[in-house]
């Protein structure tokens, strides 16, 4: 059927800020000491506590023994098994090793030291290079799928508006659309479950089976269940799945795209799982940076703005030196001060601090500010993703922790962070028993659940 | 495993000969800032040496 009217699609996942970290080329540079250098990112030891003592070092060993060392894990299955046990993330008080070791199954630990007899690297070594791998396993997979499905939805939307009606390529590319949208939100879903239920257990590859063999509909049940997801995102996702599974497992289905008669109907679905994508993508704390942005409380905005600036003077001391100077000579501009309001999306409009805006207008100035700001703004955005791995909490309680401490009410932080209200006031008492000297330095003051918060009277018994 | 990991794994060995954390930094500043605050040494000799050797 045809369809004159203008499509418009707007979709809950901005794909200019959605955090992307696809696996791509990796370099090795000397600066004081190995880094590696991964995209925009990069990764390098840092010593714990006072001790900054160095284990043998394996750089006496050849490239080529140590591709044959590593040759020989990759066919491993005892070695994956260490993988598959191993942690995504450590406590930032402890060495990784020491960890690792009370961490994984005796199991685990035994394989490793057997393994070490067989190869090359120690049993330390073994566990480290175990570590990375499944840091790098788990951190590309979901954010390739994350990064196809983006292409794929911007592939079905230009089909779309390129034809007057729902003809054989529209209906592949909705299809694959849906299955690429599946994939992703069955993924966060895991890895969602695992985090809300398991915690340290969940790095547990017996838990993570577990996991995996409740099947999809199970585990939003679960996650329903705790009151991360709200009824109403439970019966979208539940929805997703169910055509899902109409349009793959009857072919006529697939032909009609599941009687879906026009391009606006098919636009309407395409928003609809887009945003179940986006829900998941936010309780599973990978995309909540611009919400802390916009609602974090105001000691770690601070905190957060002033390391931005401080950033991005570093860049531009280097890339832009003489627009810095412009600055720097300005008596109007106090550089290191620079704020801007976080809640408004143009931050380049939006400067409150750092600059004196009474007297001439000096519009060359106001241009190099308005860039500085700007790369200021994404810095920012940096900034909250690096606080955010490095807490103790995981990166949605991280998130759920700052707006608390902005004295936001629970609805409006539930809103926000697309999760039930119950959640919010349960996680409040999980911060107070969990938050870290880390957390505490950055906010000042943990939320303190007082008051006791009963069901409104409006609320069903169900 | 892909080619992929094991070409990190290559990369990373050396690295990993360390004891301490894996700390991954979001950009190019805050590494730079990290080390030199760690090391003492001065970011235009720590970014002449970064501009140096990457590819």
Same mark, same amino acid.
């Given at each position: 059927?045809?369809?004159?009217?203008?499509?418009?699609?707007?979709?809950?996942?901005?794909?200019?800020?959605?955090?992307?970290?696809?696996?791509?080329?990796?370099?090795?540079?000397?600066?004081?000491?190995?880094?590696?250098?991964?995209?925009?990112?990069?990764?390098?030891?840092?010593?714990?506590?006072?001790?900054?003592?160095?284990?043998?070092?394996?750089?006496?060993?050849?490239?080529?023994?140590?591709?044959?060392?590593?040759?020989?894990?990759?066919?491993?299955?005892?070695?994956?098994?260490?993988?598959?046990?191993?942690?995504?993330?450590?406590?930032?008080?402890?060495?990784?090793?020491?960890?690792?070791?009370?961490?994984?199954?005796?199991?685990?630990?035994?394989?490793?030291?057997?393994?070490?007899?067989?190869?090359?690297?120690?049993?330390?070594?073994?566990?480290?290079?175990?570590?990375?791998?499944?840091?790098?396993?788990?951190?590309?997979?979901?954010?390739?799928?994350?990064?196809?499905? %983006? #292409?794929? /939805?911007? @592939?079905?939307?230009?089909? $779309?508006?390129? +034809? &007057?009606?729902?003809? !054989?390529?529209?209906?592949?590319?909705?299809?694959?659309?849906?299955?690429?949208?599946?994939?992703?939100?069955?993924?966060?879903?895991?890895?969602?479950?695992?985090?809300?239920?398991?915690?340290?257990?969940?790095?547990?590859?017996?838990?993570?089976?577990?996991?995996?063999?409740?099947?999809?509909?199970?585990?939003?049940?679960?996650?329903?269940?705790?009151?991360?997801?709200?009824?109403?995102?439970?019966?979208?996702?539940?929805?997703?799945?169910?055509?899902?599974?109409?349009?793959?497992?009857?072919?006529?289905?697939?032909?009609?795209?599941?009687? %879906? #008669?026009? /391009?606006? @109907?098919?636009?309407?679905? $395409?928003?609809? +799982? &887009?945003?179940?994508? !986006?829900?998941?993508?936010?309780?599973?704390?990978?995309?909540?940076?611009?919400?802390?942005?916009?609602?974090?409380?105001?000691?770690?905005?601070?905190?957060?703005?002033?390391?931005?600036?401080?950033?991005?003077?570093?860049?531009?001391?280097?890339?832009?030196?003489?627009?810095?100077?412009?600055?720097?000579?300005?008596?109007?501009?106090?550089?290191?001060?620079?704020?801007?309001?976080?809640?408004?999306?143009?931050?380049?409009?939006?400067?409150?601090?750092?600059?004196?805006?009474?007297?001439?207008?000096?519009?060359?100035?106001?241009?190099?500010?308005? #860039?500085?700001?700007?790369?200021?703004?994404?810095?920012?955005?940096?900034?909250?993703?690096?606080?955010?791995?490095?807490?103790?909490?995981?990166?949605?309680?991280?998130?759920?922790?700052?707006?608390?401490?902005?004295?936001?009410?629970?609805?409006?932080?539930?809103?926000?962070?697309?999760?039930?209200?119950?959640?919010?006031?349960?996680?409040?008492?999980?911060?107070?028993?969990?938050?870290?000297?880390?957390?505490?330095?950055?906010?000042?003051?943990?939320?303190?659940?007082?008051?006791?918060?009963?069901?409104?009277?409006?609320?069903?018994?169900? | 495993?892909?080619?992929?990991?094991?070409?990190?794994?290559?990369?990373?060995?050396?690295?990993?000969?360390?004891?301490?954390?894996?700390?991954?930094?979001?950009?190019?500043?805050?590494?730079?800032?990290?080390?030199?605050?760690?090391?003492?040494?001065?970011?235009?000799?720590?970014?002449?040496?970064?501009?140096?050797?990457?590819?």
């Amino acid at each position: 059927m045809g369809d004159d009217t203008d499509l418009d699609v707007s979709f809950a996942i901005d794909s200019e800020t959605a955090s992307l970290s696809p696996i791509g080329e990796y370099q090795v540079l000397d600066l004081e000491g190995p880094v590696v250098i991964v995209g925009d990112a990069s990764y390098r030891v840092v010593p714990v506590g006072e001790k900054a003592d160095l284990s043998e070092d394996v750089r006496e060993l050849s490239v080529d023994e140590i591709r044959a060392a590593l040759n020989e894990l990759s066919d491993n299955d005892n070695f994956q098994s260490i993988v598959d046990n191993c942690p995504t993330n450590t406590p930032l008080v402890y060495d990784d090793i020491d960890y690792l070791t009370r961490h994984l199954p005796t199991k685990s630990l035994q394989k490793c030291q057997e393994l070490s007899e067989s190869i090359l690297f120690d049993k330390e070594l073994l566990l480290q290079v175990a570590y990375v791998e499944r840091q790098n396993s788990l951190v590309g997979h979901s954010d390739n799928v994350l990064e196809y499905y %983006l #292409e794929q /939805r911007a @592939e079905i939307v230009e089909k $779309l508006r390129s +034809t &007057d009606e729902i003809d !054989s390529e529209v209906e592949r590319s909705f299809f694959s659309y849906l299955l690429l949208a599946s994939a992703l939100i069955e993924e966060l879903t895991t890895e969602t479950v695992l985090n809300e239920l398991f915690r340290e257990e969940a790095r547990l590859d017996s838990i993570t089976e577990h996991v995996r063999s409740m099947g999809h509909a199970k585990r939003l049940e679960k996650l329903c269940d705790v009151q991360i997801l709200t009824g109403g995102d439970h019966g979208s996702l539940v929805e997703v799945k169910e055509r899902r599974n109409n349009l793959v497992h009857d072919a006529q289905k697939r032909a009609g795209l599941d009687e %879906l #008669e026009s /391009r606006r @109907e098919v636009a309407r679905i $395409l928003e609809k +799982t &887009d945003q179940c994508a !986006s829900v998941l993508l936010t309780i599973s704390g990978k995309n909540i940076e611009s919400v802390i942005a916009k609602r974090g409380c105001d000691p770690y905005i601070e905190h957060a703005q002033s390391e931005a600036v401080a950033d991005t003077i570093t860049i531009w001391e280097q890339e832009y030196p003489e627009r810095l100077s412009r600055l720097h000579d300005c008596e109007r501009a106090a550089l290191e001060e620079i704020r801007w309001d976080t809640e408004e999306s143009d931050p380049k409009n939006n400067i409150t601090g750092g600059f004196t805006f009474d007297g001439f207008d000096d519009e060359e100035l106001y241009e190099i500010l308005r #860039e500085f700001v700007g790369d200021a703004s994404k810095a920012f955005l940096d900034r909250i993703d690096a606080d955010a791995n490095e807490s103790n909490l995981d990166r949605f309680d991280f998130a759920l922790m700052v707006l608390l401490c902005a004295g936001h009410s629970y609805g409006d932080i539930a809103r926000w962070l697309d999760t039930d209200e119950k959640y919010v006031q349960r996680k409040e008492n999980v911060i107070a028993w969990r938050a870290s000297k880390f957390e505490k330095d950055l906010v000042e003051d943990i939320p303190r659940p007082e008051d006791p918060a009963w069901p409104s009277e409006t609320e069903s018994g169900d | 495993m892909y080619p992929r990991d094991l070409l990190l794994q290559e990369r990373l060995c050396s690295i990993m000969s360390a004891k301490g954390q894996l700390h991954r930094f979001e950009n190019r500043a805050q590494l730079l800032r990290h080390i030199s605050e760690e090391t003492g040494t001065d970011i235009d000799t720590l970014w002449d040496e970064y501009e140096a050797q990457v590819e």
